[in-house]
C-alpha cells in the first residue's frame, strides 16, 4: 500500500507554483485496514497513535455491514523539498463538516518530514479542510475543480494549503497551523 502511496503522490508530483512555491493536490485512495503494512509504508508510522481508534471504528461498522472491505479513505499529498519529503495526510475519521463551503469537511490530519525513507517528524493538525465529491463508492483520486492543495514555500519552509471549490479559490492560501 505505501509503494502505490508514494506511486500516486509521483504521479501527482508537485508543481512549480510561484518560483518557491511547491503545490500538490491531496487525492484520496482506499486505504487497507486489514493488509500489514509494506517496507515502504509510512502511514502506520505516522498515524500509530490513531491507527487502533480507526480500525476498531471500522470493524463497528462492518458488523453493522459485512458486506463491507476493511478499508477506509486516506487524503494525502507529498512534496519533494531537497532531501526529504514532506507528506500532509488525513483519514476519513472524525471528520466534521462544513455546511459553509459544499463538499467540505475539516479532518484532523499530520504532516510528516521523511528523509531517506524514515519518518523524522510529525505535527498533529486538528482540522484540515478537506475539499473532495463524494462519488456512489466514496472518495476516490482528486476533482480537479473541488480539492485542497498542499503548498511548501521552499524559502520560508512554510507548509500551507488551499481549498478549491467548484474551480474557485474558497479559502485563500491559508498556513497550517
Not at 46 to 54: C, K, R, T, V
Not at 73 to 81: D, G, N
Not at 96 to 105: D, G, I, L, Y
Request: charge should be neutral.
Amino acid at each position: 500500500m505505501g509503494l502505490a502511496l508514494f506511486s500516486l503522490a509521483l504521479a501527482m508530483s508537485p508543481s512549480l507554483g510561484h518560483a518557491e512555491t511547491l503545490s500538490a493536490p491531496l487525492a484520496a485512495i482506499s486505504y487497507s485496514l486489514a493488509s500489514p503494512p509494506t517496507q515502504h509504508d509510512v502511514i502506520p508510522i505516522i498515524w500509530a497513535s490513531e491507527l487502533p481508534a480507526i480500525r476498531a471504528g471500522r470493524a463497528r461498522i462492518m458488523a453493522i455491514d459485512p458486506k463491507l472491505e476493511n478499508r477506509t479513505e486516506l487524503f494525502s499529498a507529498s512534496i519533494k523539498v531537497g532531501s526529504a519529503t514532506y507528506m500532509l495526510s488525513a483519514f476519513n475519521y472524525q471528520c466534521t463538516s462544513s455546511t459553509a463551503t459544499p463538499h467540505e469537511r475539516d479532518c484532523p490530519a499530520k504532516l510528516a518530514k521523511i528523509e531517506n525513507g524514515k519518518v523524522v517528524s510529525v505535527r498533529d493538525l486538528p482540522a484540515l479542510p478537506i475539499a473532495a465529491v463524494r462519488g456512489e463508492r466514496g472518495y476516490r483520486g482528486f476533482d480537479p475543480k473541488t480539492h485542497t492543495t498542499f503548498r511548501f514555500d521552499t524559502t520560508t519552509g512554510s507548509p500551507s494549503y488551499e481549498v478549491f471549490v467548484d474551480g474557485q479559490s474558497a479559502s485563500g492560501v491559508a498556513p497550517l497551523n
